[in-house]
């Protein structure tokens, strides 16, 4: 069964809520978290708005920020908002990071895609806070052997349209999606809350993939590792949302940017 907050934490920012529903849930090593666990924290992510982790959606009308052009003020707090019309390529917001959880922001221009890729067992809760986005994902029919990875995997989502506000969306190491790729339809951003994050030491690489189609087995398809497009790169950008307070013993794990 989910734990429920305190009042006084229902009172906090809705990232630090977030933030709190996660420490509770990942971070005992007793047991995996809970089905009722997982859809607690997906009615929490429901709540989450751009703005509440300092981005603007450019669909609210703001005020301008009188010591950046770039930068928007939100009308709750005045504090100054990462403009959606700036993200001219993929770009990365880290909230953030320890060995159990990770928590952050994927902003898209329109037209751009993050390529198929997996996430090694892990759960991810993601939420689409603006726009549009085509989503294509598989799971394995079977578990590839130890070496470069391909294989039979049956479609979840063939080009599906996702369109905010929707519901948040998790999948788990095995179900669910768990290979997956995004194109934006219209400039998007995308909450996501993975554990356990990704870890080269740990054996938990994030792999790429090609996918072809198998006419004759509708649903299908064949999927195999391949490198990372040259041309591919994400950019960082800062946490602008509200103060995150973390437990003394879960400080952010160091962590290297994305190349500007």
């Given at each position: 069964?989910?734990?429920a907050?305190?009042?006084?934490?229902?009172?906090?920012?809705?990232?630090q809520?977030l933030?709190?529903?996660?420490?509770?849930?990942?971070s005992?090593p007793?047991?995996?978290?809970?089905l009722?666990?997982?859809?607690?924290?997906?009615?929490i992510?429901?709540?989450?708005?751009?703005?509440?982790?300092?981005?603007?959606?450019?669909e609210?009308?703001?005020?301008?920020?009188p010591?950046?052009s770039?930068d928007?003020?939100?009308?709750?707090?005045?504090?100054?908002?990462?403009?959606?019309?700036?993200?001219?390529?993929i770009?990365?917001?880290?909230?953030?990071?320890?060995?159990?959880f990770?928590?952050?922001?994927?902003c898209?221009?329109?037209?751009?895609?993050?390529?198929?890729?997996?996430h090694?067992?892990?759960?991810?809760?993601?939420?689409?806070?603006?726009?549009?986005?085509?989503?294509?994902?598989?799971?394995?029919?079977?578990?590839?052997?130890?070496?470069?990875?391909?294989?039979?995997?049956?479609?979840?989502?063939?080009?599906?349209?996702?369109?905010?506000?929707?519901?948040?969306?998790?999948?788990?190491?095995?179900?669910?999606?768990?290979?997956?790729?995004?194109?934006?339809?219209?400039?998007c951003?995308?909450?996501?809350?993975?554990?356990?994050?990704?870890?080269?030491?740990?054996?938990?690489?994030?792999?790429y993939?090609?996918?072809?189609?198998?006419?004759?087995l509708p649903?299908?398809?064949?999927?195999?590792?391949t490198?990372?497009?040259?041309?591919?790169?994400v950019?960082?950008?800062?946490?602008?949302?509200?103060d995150?307070?973390?437990?003394?013993?879960?400080?952010?794990?160091?962590?290297d940017?994305?190349?500007?």
């Open positions: 069964m989910a734990v907050f305190p009042p006084y934490i229902m009172a906090l920012s809705k990232v809520r933030y709190d529903a996660c420490d509770v849930v990942f005992s007793a047991a995996a978290p809970t009722g666990e997982i859809r607690w924290l997906q009615k992510l429901d709540d989450v708005e751009a703005e509440d982790v300092g981005i603007d959606d450019g609210k009308p703001t005020l301008s920020s010591s950046s770039d928007e003020l939100s009308p709750k707090s005045g504090r100054a908002l990462l403009p959606a019309r700036a993200f001219t390529r770009t990365y917001v880290h909230i953030h990071q320890c060995d159990d990770s928590i952050g922001v994927f898209f221009p329109a037209g751009a895609t993050l390529p198929l890729h997996d090694p067992e892990m759960v991810v809760l993601s939420k689409l806070l603006y726009g549009s986005v085509r989503v294509r994902s598989y799971d394995w029919v079977a578990e590839p052997p130890p070496g470069r990875k391909c294989g039979l995997a049956r479609a979840v989502a063939a080009d599906e349209v996702r369109r905010a506000p929707c519901e948040a969306s998790v999948l788990f190491p095995t179900s669910g999606g768990n290979l997956h790729a995004f194109t934006a339809v219209t400039p951003a995308i909450l996501d809350v993975l554990t356990p994050p990704y870890s080269e030491e740990q054996g938990r690489p994030s792999t993939f090609t996918d072809v189609t198998i006419p004759s649903g299908f398809a064949f999927l195999e590792e490198d990372l497009p040259e041309d591919f790169s950019a960082g950008a800062p946490y602008l949302g509200p995150l307070t973390v437990d003394m013993d879960d400080d952010d794990d160091d962590y940017d994305y190349d500007e």
